[in-house]
């Protein structure tokens, strides 16, 4: 009994570090972790209860907690969304690999265009779309990736920036120029070997020999004597600014590796980064205009069917203008929870704009069978389209599959127009298989369940 207690213990030390275990199966931590268990379990095995029901029935719990742990391990280091944030991690590290460190390893000019700064933002935006389910082992990783990316992605903007400006200063100027001017230089390489600490590609650097670089340039152009001169002194500031930005990053870099930030602070499953995002002043704006746009939502169906008018078009541009004013930090979450409730408002617009459209036609005799065909189409889409809004169901759903099934019908029906050359007909036509594929695109964003 007493050996059971003591195994109790050590079951309880490791299961918190098991709980937020966030990496791959090859790494040394799970190796630890899975070996410190199997003992355990071994230790727990080979003891003897003789034949005492109450040790066996503490003997089979302590059994039965670690073999949850194991399974809890295996399962979060290979589950399909951890292994989609590693290949997202390892793509944006070739991209990285190719575009910055090769070519500063090689001796080369490292020549940053926008491609590779686009190819990035691609790379965090499908990262933030990652699907963790709550596991806390998930939003780590994907916490501690973004984290990383972001951090590039702010490092390589601001050497791009640098790229389009020359020195501010000739060595002319002042005799302390030529010094900021051999400082710059090495905050340039600096960059890099930062860049590639992030990424995992610094070979034998480390944070803590780079930090103590980027301090020591400090410290030199703090001894600087600008003798009152302005130029040189703003030029000097502008210098210390980029190093300590990259101090910043340096800080955030060992914060990623930090796994107390994903500890639980409530009875209520709470995590410490969750409450940072919810108490974001950014991302209060963003759910305020979600929240009105589901109260005009209710009310433009709910008039639909009735001669009563509701047309709640200008104050729905005023949330597009306001959501454009909301601050994302760079923060690719805040910045993917602004797009999506764009994206709400847009589809509340265009289907006001297509009841005023429908409302509003007058057909004429002269009119083609092909456009007057287009027409139709698009009044099946105005009702589909109203289903679809007041859908909040699950993408398994049969009303889904219903839903997405009636919308490609009318794709096809569209697919089948035949415009006969003329042009009103053939932009009608283009337009309105636009709009269904925005009405598809639109209930897909509402049964993925996506998360900050």
């Known amino acids: 009994m007493a050996r059971l207690y003591e195994v109790q213990r050590e079951v309880a030390s490791l299961g918190p570090q098991v709980c937020t275990y966030s990496g791959l199966r090859d790494e040394r931590e799970y190796k630890r972790l899975e070996r410190e268990l199997a003992r355990l379990q071994m230790d727990v095995d080979r003891l003897d209860t003789e034949g005492r029901g109450e040790l066996q029935a503490v003997r089979k719990r302590a059994s039965q907690e670690l073999e949850g742990l194991l399974r809890h391990l295996e399962e979060n280091a290979r589950h399909p969304s951890r292994l989609a944030i590693e290949e997202l991690s390892l793509e944006a590290r070739r991209l990285v690999d190719e575009g910055v460190v090769a070519p500063q390893r090689s001796g080369g000019a490292v020549d940053i265009d926008d491609e590779l700064v686009e190819a990035l933002q691609a790379v965090i935006l499908r990262l933030t779309q990652v699907k963790t389910e709550g596991r806390v082992p998930l939003r780590k990783a994907r916490y501690r990736a973004l984290t990383r990316l972001c951090a590039v992605q702010d490092v390589i903007e601001g050497r791009t920036r640098q790229q389009t400006l020359s020195l501010p200063l000739s060595g002319d ?34 944070c803590a020999h780079l930090s103590r670089i980027l301090t020591e340039l400090l410290v030199e152009l703090d001894a600087l004597d600008v ?29 990623g590796d930090d796994t107390r930030r994903y500890r639980k602070t409530t009875d209520q499953d709470s995590y410490f980064f969750l409450t940072i995002y919810k ?32 047309r ?55 009119e083609p069978p092909a456009h007057r065909a287009v027409w139709l189409v698009l009044g099946s889409l105005s009702e589909l389209q109203a289903r679809v809004l007041s859908f909040a169901g699950k993408r398994g759903d049969k009303s889904y599959m219903l839903l997405e099934e009636l919308l490609t019908k009318q794709l ?20 309105a298989v636009k709009f269904a594929q925005n009405i598809l695109g639109y209930l897909d964003l509402k049964t993925d369940e996506w998360e900050y």
């Open 412 to 431: 096809l029906a569209l697919d089948a127009v035949d415009p006969q050359g003329d042009e009103a007909t053939k932009a009608a036509r283009k337009q």
């Open 173 to 206: 100027t002042h005799e302390s120029v030529n010094r900021i001017n051999q400082v710059m230089v090495r905050v340039g390489v600096a960059r890099s070997q930062l860049v590639a600490l992030l990424m995992g590609l610094s070979g034998r650097d480390s």
């Open 312 to 366: 709640p078009k200008a104050e729905l541009q005023s949330l597009l203008t306001h959501l454009d004013q909301v601050d994302t930090a760079k923060n690719p979450c805040i910045r993917e929870a602004r797009r999506r409730a764009v994206l709400e408002v847009q589809a509340l617009v265009t289907f006001l704009d297509l009841r005023e459209a429908l409302t509003r036609r007058q057909q004429g005799p002269a």
């Open 227 to 255: 003798s009152g001169n302005a130029a040189v002194r703003n030029y000097r500031k502008q210098v210390v600014e980029e190093i300590n930005g990259l101090l910043k990053h340096l800080d955030l870099e060992e914060e």
């Open 279 to 310: 108490s974001n002043d950014s991302i209060r704006e963003i759910e305020a205009v979600r929240s009105h746009v589901s109260y005009l939502r209710v009310e433009v169906l709910r008039h639909c069917g009735s001669r009563e008018e509701f």
